[in-house]
Structures are given as structure tokens and as C-alpha cells.
């Protein structure tokens, strides 16, 4: 028998009894049979757990990256902060300028009111005699008398 | 990558011949079942983002290791204990592993059509796996991988961590072993 019939043939003899092997295999215990169903479950449970793990290591890893993305912009952020206290001090400014303008219109208006009646004929003691005032009501609602 | 379902099917369709084999190895059915199991849960936790078809290769050798740890913690094990053991009685030594009273209680296949044909093919059974347990391991390992496992001689060679021409000498030596004991005992498969 030359080498290349004694390797197939001692193949076949292997396959042959591996194969009483597998019949033996098929037919474990009860018990043995089910420890390994449940070692087998508890296995791929692990694997599971892994790939859910990695998911959420993948997922914290992004939000730090985020996270670090917004440091590295800081310059960006201190320019957007100082855009706001800019704005912020505009309206404040923007306030205040309002309020003078305000309180310039009422004195102007105050001062314009104090000018004519000082400027009238009338003594501004007239305007509080209530017999005078009553003359003014009726002259008004007849249109006769106006004061000037 | 494996997906669960993959990874649950290709260990379903290798736990049994994983256990029988680590029971021809370790010779106890206890220790055979956590070797499996741990090789399962290291297989999962670190190896399941393999593609499948490198699953059968990566647990091959995850087995080989992890059997190969047991031998060597039952190893330091014994060195520790062994003052202890020469206290123990003769009873107790009774309870080591026996061949003879292993064989007689493996499982047989159930065929119910021929008597004749079921005890035969019990009696091959018993023999063949007598002989595969008086196998030298490294032998009985290459052997049972190479063709249990239907594994080339250079997937085996890679499982075991040893030349490709180990695996053929192991092999070969395993098959003439194996085929001479049968055949002195009048079998023919």
C-alpha cells in the first residue's frame, strides 16, 4: 500500500470512529444535556450584556466628544457671550436715554405751560377764583366769551 | 460580527461533542461541564465580535486552554493536598476515576429494532472509547479534532499551538493505535 492509498484509508478509519463517537454524543443525559442548554443560554446572554455595554461605552464616548467639541469652541462661546452683554447694555443704555429724553419732554412741556400762563393777561390767581372758572364754562359752551 | 443567534446556534451545534471530548480528557463529567461552560462565557465575553466562520477555530482552542488550565490547577491542587491524601483511607481511594465501571456506564444509543445489533454497537462503543481514553492526551486531543471536529490539519495544528507535522505524527499514531486494539479485539467498523 503506497501513501497515497494509506492516507485516505487511514482518514476513513478516523471518520469511522469519530462517527460512533457522534452517535454517543446525540444520546447525553437528561441532565447533562440541559446544563448545557443553560451554560449555552448564560453564554449568549453574556454576549448580550457585551454588545449592550459597548452600545452604551459608544454612546457616552459621543457625548463627551460633544462635549469636548464645545471646549475647544471656547473662543466662539466667549465671543457669544460678549455679543449678549453687549446687547444687554445697549437696552440698558437704550433705558436710560429713554427716560431722560422722557423726563426733558415733561420739564419742556411743564416750562412751556408755566411761560404761558405767565405771559397771559390774566394773573394766574384768576385761574383759581371759582367764579371766574364758572365764567369760563358757560362762555365756552356758548362760544360768546373765549379768554385770551 | 456573530450575532447572538448565530453565536447560539454554532454552540448548540458543538456543546455535546465539546463535552464528550472534555470527558475523554478529564475523565469527570462535573469538570467537563464547567470546562465547557467557561469556554462558552470567554468564547461570548471576548471573542463574539468574530466573524461566525472563525467561531469553531477560536473555540477549539479555547477548550484546548481551558482544559489545559484545569490539568494545571488539579496539578497544584494535588501538590498542595497530597500530605492530606496519605491520610485517607482505602475506601476513599476507591472513589477515584475507574475505567472498567466509567465504560460500563456510558450512554447507548437507543435502537430498539435488533437487540443483537444495540449491544454490538455498545460493546464497539465501549471499546472504542476505552481505547480513545488510553490514548496519550496530546494524541487523543489532534485526533479527536481533526476528525470529530472535521478540522484540517492546519486549523488543528493552530488549536493545539504546535506544528502542522505534530498534528500528522499525533494523528497517525492515534489511528494505528486505535486500529490495532480493535482490531485485536475483533472489531471491524
Same mark, same amino acid.
Given at each position: 500500500m503506497n501513501?497515497s492509498?494509506?492516507?485516505p484509508? !487511514?482518514?476513513?478509519?478516523g471518520?469511522?470512529?469519530?462517527?460512533?463517537l457522534?452517535?454517543?454524543?446525540?444520546?447525553?443525559?437528561?441532565d447533562?444535556?440541559?446544563?448545557?442548554?443553560a451554560?449555552?443560554v448564560r453564554a449568549?446572554?453574556?454576549?448580550k450584556w457585551?454588545l449592550?455595554?459597548?452600545?452604551s461605552?459608544?454612546?457616552s464616548?459621543?457625548?463627551?466628544?460633544?462635549a469636548?467639541?464645545g471646549?475647544g469652541?471656547?473662543?466662539?462661546?466667549?465671543?457669544?457671550?460678549l455679543? !449678549?452683554?453687549g446687547?444687554?447694555?445697549?437696552?440698558?443704555v437704550?433705558l436710560?436715554?429713554i427716560?431722560v429724553?422722557q423726563?426733558e419732554?415733561?420739564?419742556?412741556e411743564l416750562?412751556e405751560?408755566?411761560?404761558?400762563?405767565?405771559t397771559?393777561d390774566?394773573?394766574?390767581?384768576a385761574?383759581?377764583d371759582?367764579?371766574?372758572?364758572q365764567?369760563l364754562?358757560l362762555?365756552?359752551r356758548?362760544g360768546a366769551?373765549?379768554p385770551? | 460580527m456573530?450575532s447572538?443567534?448565530?453565536l447560539s446556534d454554532?454552540?448548540?451545534?458543538v456543546?455535546?461533542r465539546?463535552?464528550k #471530548?472534555?470527558?475523554?480528557h478529564?475523565?469527570?463529567?462535573?469538570?467537563?461541564l464547567?470546562i465547557?461552560?467557561d469556554?462558552m462565557?470567554?468564547l461570548?465575553e471576548?471573542?463574539?465580535?468574530k466573524p461566525s466562520?472563525?467561531?469553531?477555530?477560536l473555540f477549539?482552542r479555547?477548550l484546548?486552554?481551558?482544559?489545559?488550565?484545569?490539568?494545571?490547577?488539579?496539578?497544584?491542587?494535588n501538590?498542595?493536598?497530597?500530605?492530606?491524601?496519605?491520610?485517607?483511607?482505602?475506601?476513599?481511594?476507591?472513589?477515584?476515576?475507574?475505567l472498567l465501571?466509567?465504560l460500563?456506564?456510558a450512554?447507548v444509543?437507543?435502537?430498539?429494532?435488533?437487540?443483537q445489533?444495540?449491544?454490538e454497537?455498545?460493546q464497539?462503543l465501549?471499546a472504542?472509547?476505552?481505547?480513545?481514553?488510553l490514548?496519550?492526551?496530546r494524541?487523543?486531543e489532534?485526533?479527536?479534532?481533526?476528525?470529530?471536529?472535521?478540522?484540517?490539519?492546519?486549523?488543528?495544528a493552530?488549536a493545539?499551538?504546535?506544528?502542522t507535522?505534530?498534528?500528522?505524527t /499525533?494523528?497517525? #499514531?492515534?489511528? /494505528?493505535?486505535?486500529?490495532q486494539?480493535?482490531t485485536?479485539?475483533?472489531?471491524?467498523l
Amino acid at each position: 500500500m503506497n501513501t497515497s492509498e494509506y492516507l485516505p484509508a !487511514m482518514d476513513r478509519f478516523g471518520y469511522k470512529i469519530t462517527a460512533r463517537l457522534t452517535d454517543a454524543a446525540e444520546c447525553l443525559p437528561y441532565d447533562v444535556s440541559e446544563r448545557l442548554r443553560a451554560a449555552r443560554v448564560r453564554a449568549v446572554d453574556q454576549r448580550k450584556w457585551v454588545l449592550l455595554q459597548s452600545a452604551s461605552e459608544v454612546f457616552s464616548h459621543t457625548s463627551a466628544g460633544s462635549a469636548t467639541a464645545g471646549h475647544g469652541n471656547s473662543h466662539t462661546a466667549w465671543w457669544n457671550r460678549l455679543g !449678549m452683554a453687549g446687547l444687554l447694555l445697549i437696552l440698558v443704555v437704550g433705558l436710560i436715554a429713554i427716560n431722560v429724553i422722557q423726563d426733558e419732554l415733561g420739564a419742556r412741556e411743564l416750562a412751556e405751560i408755566d411761560t404761558a400762563i405767565l405771559t397771559d393777561d390774566l394773573p394766574p390767581a384768576a385761574y383759581v377764583d371759582p367764579g371766574f372758572a364758572q365764567f369760563l364754562k358757560l362762555g365756552n359752551r356758548h362760544g360768546a366769551v373765549t379768554p385770551n | 460580527m456573530a450575532s447572538p443567534a448565530e453565536l447560539s446556534d454554532f454552540l448548540k451545534s458543538v456543546e455535546k461533542r465539546a463535552f464528550k #471530548r472534555t470527558v475523554y480528557h478529564v475523565r469527570n463529567d462535573e469538570s467537563a461541564l464547567d470546562i465547557v461552560q467557561d469556554s462558552m462565557m470567554k468564547l461570548a465575553e471576548h471573542y463574539g465580535h468574530k466573524p461566525s466562520d472563525e467561531l469553531p477555530m477560536l473555540f477549539q482552542r479555547i477548550l484546548s486552554n481551558t482544559t489545559l488550565d484545569w490539568f494545571r490547577r488539579q496539578k497544584v491542587k494535588n501538590t498542595l493536598f497530597s500530605p492530606f491524601s496519605d491520610f485517607q483511607s482505602d475506601a476513599e481511594d476507591g472513589d477515584e476515576f475507574d475505567l472498567l465501571e466509567s465504560l460500563s456506564q456510558a450512554e447507548v444509543a437507543p435502537e430498539f429494532d435488533n437487540p443483537q445489533t444495540t449491544r454490538e454497537r455498545a460493546q464497539t462503543l465501549q471499546a472504542i472509547e476505552k481505547e480513545i481514553l488510553l490514548l496519550p492526551q496530546r494524541q487523543r486531543e489532534a485526533f479527536l479534532m481533526r476528525y470529530w471536529e472535521d478540522m484540517d490539519v492546519t486549523e488543528t495544528a493552530a488549536a493545539m499551538g504546535c506544528s502542522t507535522g505534530s498534528v500528522k505524527t /499525533h494523528c497517525s #499514531r492515534a489511528i /494505528h493505535t486505535l486500529f490495532q486494539a480493535l482490531t485485536s479485539k475483533g472489531i471491524k467498523l
